[in-house]
């Protein structure tokens, strides 16, 4: 595992940058600190945003198929004007009564399970999955939490210490317990259902013998953070019913997967074939604006919601559920899942075609417009393939196409763009990937 935080980042004296952004940079530097990190070896400066494209203060576009935020892409016109119309009436909080809170609670349940019948709104991701853990822990009386290896749920206290991504610097809960994935762990496909439930049982069994019990299996449904290792469905089945068997809830994080990402279903768990206690929502949820939930089963929200205090002032605000109602009409009418489903095939089927004539492409995996690719020759060291990972990320930014890296070593790109995504996009982003593994293989 790289130790360090943010590999894909500006590094000051590695790269010369024009005057205007190095100025701003140093300004930055002066009032945010050691805590504002600045993504690729050469920093991009954007100034207005469309749909899949964002633009620099010259005019020069870049396609942006990285940012799973603006799921619908970037300034929307009908989720702006949902935002614009509801902020410019009232902008209040969820202890007057507002029919279109209750309007769009209602219309985001009827897109779960039904046994999933309950929502708290939030602000972020984290919020939610801090939350999530709170109800958890109340409901089983226990304090355990198991996730994988490589997990990231968020940076409140409570979820940055069930976040090994964020490395040693921030401690993990001694209640944490982590599992390594079939894909990692080299674990075929026909027995990683098995592998999976053994895992989880064995940390069952350990926190159980320390007297910690577990309280919940959190997990992101494509283990984006892990290095996007999605198959085969169904393989959490088996250790999410260890979890429910010693008193704990299943949690499952949708910040990522969830809205549609993987094309088949709205929700990440549903390819799984399994029905979570808890879901937790963010990111893609208001396209930008901040809003995030936890959905779960009846009982337990109950639970917790009678006998314990939950405030959050802005959370369900008029604005950020106006927004949020436009984004989910957005979804559903237009099938944005479907064309996730459809670009994410023809995105995969590029990738193959091309790893036919391009050696440094590893393993691809892709849920639909989630697809993470290793890099790296066969013989490639761990630390030679995370650079080659990071060179062929930036040699596609100096050539106007945003993505990142991900996994333990980050040496897997990771490629989510917005769901709007069309095919002369998807072909844009393989040629310029061409490009980029060409030049990075031939500088080795």
Request: aromatic fraction near 6%; charge should be negative; include cysteine.
């Amino acid at each position: 595992m790289t130790t360090d935080l943010m590999p894909n980042r500006f590094r000051p004296g590695e790269t010369d940058l024009p005057a205007r952004e190095a100025d701003l940079v140093a300004r930055r530097d002066a009032v945010l600190g050691a805590s504002y990190r600045l993504q690729y070896r050469r920093p991009v400066h954007f100034v207005r945003g469309q749909g899949m494209w964002l633009y620099d203060p010259d005019g020069r576009a870049y396609l942006d198929f990285y940012n799973n935020v603006p799921s619908l892409g970037h300034a929307h016109p009908e989720v702006n004007a949902a935002m614009t119309e509801q902020a410019g009436r009232i902008s209040a909080n969820t202890r007057y009564l507002e029919p279109r809170l209750v309007d769009y609670a209602e219309r985001l349940i009827a897109t779960f399970p039904e046994a999933m019948d309950r929502v708290v709104f939030t602000c972020t991701g984290s919020e939610s999955n801090d939350l999530a853990l709170r109800i958890a822990r109340h409901v089983s009386g226990n304090d355990g939490v198991i996730v994988s290896s490589y997990a990231y749920h968020g940076t409140s206290a409570a979820v940055a210490a069930v976040s090994p991504n964020l490395g040693d610097a921030v401690r993990l809960s001694p209640s944490v317990r982590m599992v390594t994935l079939p894909g990692p762990a080299g674990i075929g496909q026909e027995q990683a259902g098995a592998h999976f439930e053994a895992q989880v049982k064995a940390a069952i069994h350990d926190l159980q013998r320390r007297g910690i019990g577990v309280a919940a299996l959190l997990f992101d449904s494509i283990f984006s953070s892990d290095g996007v290792c999605i198959d085969p469905p169904g393989f959490i089945a088996g250790g999410a019913d260890a979890v429910r068997a010693a008193g704990g809830l299943v949690i499952a994080d949708e910040v990522q997967p969830g809205f549609g990402r993987t094309g088949e279903h709205m929700w990440g768990f549903q390819r799984h074939g399994i029905v979570p206690d808890l879901a937790t929502l963010g990111k893609p949820m208001g396209n930008g604006f901040p809003i995030g939930a936890v959905v779960g089963r009846r009982d337990p929200m109950e639970s917790f919601g009678t006998t314990a205090r939950y405030s959050n002032t802005f959370a369900g605000n008029t604005v950020g559920i106006a927004t949020a109602e436009a984004v989910l009409t957005i979804l559903q009418r237009d099938d944005i899942p479907g064309n996730a489903l459809a670009m994410g095939q023809r995105l995969r089927q590029g990738l193959e075609s091309l790893a036919t004539s391009q050696e440094m492409i590893g393993e691809i995996r892709n849920a639909g417009l989630f697809c993470g690719v290793d890099i790296g020759r066969p013989d490639a060291t761990p630390l030679q393939r995370r650079k080659a990972a990071l060179d062929v990320v930036n040699a596609m930014r100096d050539d106007g196409v945003l993505i990142s890296t991900t996994g333990a070593n980050e040496d897997t790109l990771k490629i989510r763009p917005p769901l709007i995504c069309a095919g002369d996009h998807v072909d844009r982003f393989l040629e310029t990937l061409e490009g980029a593994l060409k030049r990075v293989a031939s500088a080795v």
